[in-house]
């Protein structure tokens, strides 16, 4: 059985749709520069950059993902939350500052100061690849959801379709207002998500017939030799993919990840970077890291209950045993879609509907806007005044727009390959996205640390640095294992793990050159 669409769920939609327009126009209202294109003028409010920040780091995968993980696990994933914390703390004292100090439009400028013009360029240009990967992945995750529920199967031309809409609806909503229609959007667009997910809770513990203790009590205690899915800490010496929440994990590769997410990361930084200075961009990227706790939780919740709902018939009262096989099409979906597939109430469907949408949206525009500032301020801009060619500053608002264009393409077609990706990895959703950010975080992050904490490193030694990440994180994915190694000696690795053993070769091969005394971390720029 497929989703079928009631009188109630077409009026959600209508009243989504109003909403995308009403938003849209109010917000789109053209900028007058560069400045207020890319950054907002300096002038957006802390709560506005610390949800936008919050709706950027969420996306589909944590709509599709987060109750599958629920669902399979426990609340592990909530603990890396800890490694966050750190990562924000150790942004907010050497990153954000160097921001502001120098004015920068991208995150990648502060590499000039440092080693010249051609390490911004290589640093945006491995951004733009990693983000490529990322932000496709998400953009999939949505296509194959909407593609679902819309078309009411998974064929290839109707997943494209759904990738189309998409891209096409995050591009229109964006081009023209520039970061402050896309904060502002984030905004409307995590309200409706969240209350997506609230509305999913509610119908879920009105379909259990038991009581609340009861269920509590099944959860910490699914069965002899199960351990309890109320977990939160998980100390197992675990380094393979099943591993990943571990608290070493948390302590070591999640630190990693949210030092590259939240402060070498244009798609998020540049949210900072609209604050009026950067005392008031480290508390928008506190304040979001506070707000990301529950509202994971809320989804992660959500698979727990969907844990009672098909896979205990004791509490349901159903006399039903054995675990539900999620299929659709005849293809293995996560256990979200199939409750949504056949059994959410009407109504409610058309809800999470718009909320996979608005997931999907906030992060496509925050990629589409992101990218394009980097591939201006970063490549475009640099090769013109190379040129010796002097435009007017409305000039590159221009040529963002058309950057965007090019971007949303790039991700369409992105999503369209991860499609094929995820399925021949056979990786868990929520894993699979954070797993792609790998690719390009590590190089950034060894070019960064040796930046930031030794005189050391030159051009040539950061662009090796760059390709040497990626690289490290590519020859540990299975299906490349598989082309250098015995099948017997290939032993899965995290992709937190993998992100630690990546950073430090990058690293190594950073600090291998000798650096310049005429340029230092701490010298004004040029």
Same mark, same amino acid.
């Given at each position: 059985?497929?989703?079928?669409?009631?009188?109630?769920?077409?009026?959600?939609?209508?009243?989504?749709?109003?909403?995308?327009?009403?938003?849209?126009?109010?917000?789109?209202?053209r900028?007058?520069?560069?400045?207020?294109?890319?950054?907002?003028g300096?002038?957006?409010?802390?709560?506005?950059?610390?949800?936008?920040?919050?709706a950027?780091?969420?996306?589909?995968?944590?709509?599709?993902?987060?109750?599958?993980?629920?669902?399979?696990?426990?609340?592990?994933?909530?603990?890396?939350?800890?490694?966050?914390?750190?990562?924000?703390?150790?942004?907010?004292?050497?990153?954000?500052?160097?921001?502001?100090?120098?004015?920068?439009?991208?995150?990648?400028?502060?590499?000039?100061?440092?080693?010249?013009?051609?390490?911004?360029?290589?640093?945006?240009?491995?951004?733009?690849?990693?983000?490529?990967f990322?932000?496709?992945?998400?953009?999939?995750?949505?296509?194959?959801?909407?593609s679902?529920?819309?078309?009411?199967?998974?064929?290839?031309?109707?997943?494209?379709?759904?990738?189309?809409?998409?891209?096409v609806?995050?591009?229109?909503?964006t081009?023209?207002?520039?970061?402050?229609?896309?904060?502002?959007s984030?905004?409307?667009?995590?309200?409706?998500?969240?209350?997506?997910?609230?509305?999913?809770?509610?119908?879920?513990?009105?379909?259990?017939?038991?009581?609340?203790?009861?269920?509590?009590n099944?959860?910490?205690?699914?069965?002899p030799?199960?351990?309890?899915?109320l977990?939160?800490?998980?100390?197992?010496?675990?380094?393979? %993919? $099943? =591993? +990943?929440?571990?608290?070493?994990? @948390?302590?070591?590769?999640?630190?990693? *990840?949210?030092i590259?997410?939240? #402060? !070498?990361?244009?798609?998020?930084?540049?949210?900072?970077?609209?604050?009026?200075?950067?005392?008031?961009?480290?508390?928008?990227?506190?304040?979001?890291?506070v707000?990301?706790?529950?509202?994971?939780?809320?989804?992660?919740?959500?698979?727990?209950l969907?844990?009672?709902?098909?896979?205990?018939?004791?509490?349901?009262?159903?006399?039903v045993?054995?675990?539900?096989?999620?299929t659709?099409?005849?293809?293995?979906?996560?256990?979200?879609?199939?409750?949504?597939?056949?059994?959410? %109430? $009407? =109504? +409610?469907?058309?809800?999470?509907? @718009?909320?996979?949408?608005?997931?999907? *949206?906030?992060?496509?525009?925050? #990629? !589409?806007?992101?990218?394009?500032?980097?591939?201006?301020?970063?490549i475009?801009?640099?090769?013109?005044?190379?040129?010796?060619?002097?435009?007017?500053?409305?000039h590159?608002?221009?040529?963002?727009?058309?950057?965007?264009?090019?971007?949303?393409?790039?991700?369409?077609?992105?999503?369209?390959?991860?499609?094929?990706?995820?399925?021949?990895?056979?990786?868990?959703?929520?894993?699979?996205?954070?797993?792609?950010?790998?690719?390009?975080?590590?190089?950034?992050l060894?070019?960064?640390?040796?930046?930031?904490f030794?005189?050391?490193g030159?051009p040539?030694?950061?662009?090796?640095?760059?390709?040497c990440?990626?690289?490290?994180?590519?020859l540990?994915?299975?299906?490349?294992?598989t082309?250098?190694?015995?099948?017997?000696?290939?032993?899965?690795?995290g992709?937190?793990?993998?992100?630690?053993?990546?950073?430090?070769?990058?690293?190594?091969?950073?600090?291998?050159?000798?650096?310049s005394?005429?340029?230092?971390?701490q010298?004004?720029?040029?």
């Amino acid at each position: 059985m497929s989703a079928q669409y009631s009188g109630l769920d077409w009026l959600v939609f209508a009243a989504y749709g109003l909403l995308l327009l009403g938003s849209g126009w109010f917000f789109n209202r053209r900028s007058a520069n560069s400045q207020d294109y890319f950054r907002g003028g300096n002038a957006m409010p802390v709560w506005a950059v610390a949800i936008s920040v919050l709706a950027t780091s969420q996306s589909a995968a944590t709509f599709l993902g987060g109750p599958d993980q629920g669902y399979r696990g426990d609340l592990s994933y909530l603990a890396t939350n800890l490694g966050a914390f750190v990562a924000a703390f150790f942004v907010a004292t050497f990153l954000i500052p160097k921001f502001y100090q120098h004015n920068v439009y991208t995150v990648y400028e502060l590499l000039e100061v440092r080693f010249g013009a051609k390490a911004k360029k290589q640093a945006g240009l491995m951004y733009l690849c990693g983000r490529v990967f990322a932000s496709g992945a998400r953009l999939y995750m949505a296509a194959i959801a909407v593609s679902m529920i819309l078309f009411a199967d998974i064929e290839a031309s109707h997943v494209i379709a759904a990738t189309c809409i998409l891209t096409v609806a995050g591009l229109l909503y964006t081009v023209y207002g520039g970061i402050k229609t896309v904060i502002y959007s984030d905004v409307i667009q995590c309200g409706v998500y969240v209350g997506a997910a609230v509305a999913v809770i509610y119908c879920l513990i009105a379909a259990i017939p038991s009581d609340i203790p009861s269920v509590l009590n099944v959860l910490a205690n699914p069965g002899p030799g199960e351990a309890s899915k109320l977990a939160l800490f998980k100390f197992d010496w675990d380094f393979s %993919p $099943s =591993g +990943v929440f571990n608290i070493w994990s @948390v302590f070591s590769g999640f630190v990693l *990840l949210n030092i590259a997410a939240f #402060g !070498l990361d244009q798609d998020m930084t540049q949210r900072v970077l609209t604050c009026k200075n950067a005392k008031k961009g480290s508390k928008a990227m506190l304040y979001s890291i506070v707000m990301v706790i529950p509202i994971m939780l809320l989804f992660i919740v959500i698979g727990l209950l969907l844990y009672v709902y098909y896979q205990r018939p004791d509490l349901m009262h159903s006399g039903v045993s054995g675990e539900v096989l999620p299929t659709f099409e005849g293809e293995p979906v996560t256990i979200f879609m199939y409750y949504v597939l056949n059994h959410i %109430p $009407s =109504g +409610v469907r058309a809800l999470v509907t @718009v909320g996979i949408v608005a997931a999907a *949206l906030s992060t496509l525009n925050s #990629g !589409l806007n992101s990218m394009a500032s980097v591939l201006v301020q970063d490549i475009y801009a640099p090769w013109q005044q190379k040129q010796g060619k002097n435009h007017s500053d409305m000039h590159y608002v221009s040529a963002g727009r058309v950057a965007m264009g090019l971007v949303a393409s790039a991700l369409g077609a992105m999503a369209c390959l991860c499609f094929y990706w995820q399925q021949y990895t056979d990786t868990p959703l929520l894993q699979f996205a954070l797993g792609v950010m790998v690719f390009s975080y590590s190089g950034l992050l060894g070019v960064y640390f040796t930046a930031i904490f030794t005189k050391r490193g030159s051009p040539a030694s950061v662009l090796a640095a760059l390709i040497c990440g990626f690289m490290t994180t590519l020859l540990f994915q299975p299906y490349v294992m598989t082309l250098y190694l015995p099948p017997e000696w290939i032993i899965p690795i995290g992709f937190t793990w993998q992100l630690c053993i990546a950073t430090l070769v990058a690293t190594l091969v950073c600090l291998s050159a000798k650096g310049s005394n005429q340029q230092l971390f701490q010298g004004q720029k040029a």
